[in-house]
């Protein structure tokens, strides 16, 4: 069980910055999609850059031009990187074959997805690495959460590991631990923080003895 934080609103040096305080505390860092917009494919270059022991997930939400894309955010570092489920399956295809080809992991994001069993298991086929089950902000804000739809997903993906995303906090992380996802997602639960070092490592201790448990 990883923990990975998603940067959302930030630019390249407070990402870095960020990322620094941190660092020893989470697994994978997340270039988020307002970043990459804002920023373009170089924040995912730096960050990499500055932190090679690092994973980093390119957010791109992919939904055409899927090789096209992940070939290019696989040039800028990227180890891992993001399409929706609601894309074409040979999009997804393509997704994978470019990935495979560089040697990293392709993310599948089911936000909006409404059958998220049966789509798991198509997605499961196409041979995708995590399958992640994404809260956004706008359901977050009317108080809804991806637990139960982990729970669905993990019941049915035989290959593809799964991943958690969405307004997860330290409160609520035991709950998510439960439902053993590969994968936890955290933002705001971090950057938000006042000490981010401190909840980052509270995450992780939790992560850790439930693993080890």
């Keep these: 069980m990883k923990l990975?934080?998603?940067?959302?609103?930030?630019?390249?040096?407070?990402?870095?910055?960020?990322?620094?305080?941190?660092?020893?505390?989470?697994?994978?860092?997340?270039?988020?999609?307002?970043?990459?917009?804002?920023?373009?494919?170089?924040?995912?270059?730096?960050?990499?850059?500055?932190?090679?022991?690092?994973?980093?997930?390119?957010?791109?939400?992919?939904?055409?031009?899927?090789?096209?894309?992940?070939?290019?955010?696989?040039e800028a570092g990227a180890d891992i990187i993001t399409i929706l489920a609601a894309a074409e399956d040979e999009s997804i295809k393509g997704a994978v074959e470019e990935a495979k080809k560089q040697g990293k992991q392709i993310l599948v994001d089911m936000i909006a997805v409404k059958d998220k069993r049966a789509r798991a298991i198509e997605l499961d086929e196409l041979g995708v690495d995590y399958i992640c089950v994404h809260t956004g902000y706008d359901l977050q804000a009317v108080g809804q959460n991806s637990f139960e739809d982990l729970r669905t997903i993990k019941s049915v993906v035989k290959n593809a590991k799964t991943a958690i995303a969405g307004g997860i906090?330290?409160?609520?992380?035991?709950?998510?631990?439960?439902?053993?996802?590969?994968l936890i997602i955290v933002g705001g639960g971090i950057t938000g923080k006042e000490d981010k070092k401190a909840a980052a490592s509270q995450m992780q201790k939790l992560i850790k003895e439930e693993v080890t448990a």
Excluded: H, R
């Excluded at 990975?4 to 930030?10: E, H, N, T």
């Excluded at 906090?169 to 590969?182: N, R, Y």
């Design 4 to 74: 990975q934080l998603a940067l959302d609103l930030v630019n390249i040096p407070e990402a870095i910055e960020l990322v620094a305080e941190v660092q020893d505390f989470v697994d994978v860092i997340e270039i988020g999609t307002p970043v990459v917009i804002n920023e373009g494919l170089k924040a995912v270059k730096e960050v990499k850059e500055a932190f090679p022991q690092l994973t980093v997930l390119a957010d791109l939400k992919i939904m055409d031009a899927a090789g096209y894309e992940v070939m290019k955010a696989s």
């Design 169 to 182: 906090k330290l409160d609520s992380l035991p709950e998510v631990i439960k439902a053993q996802p590969d």
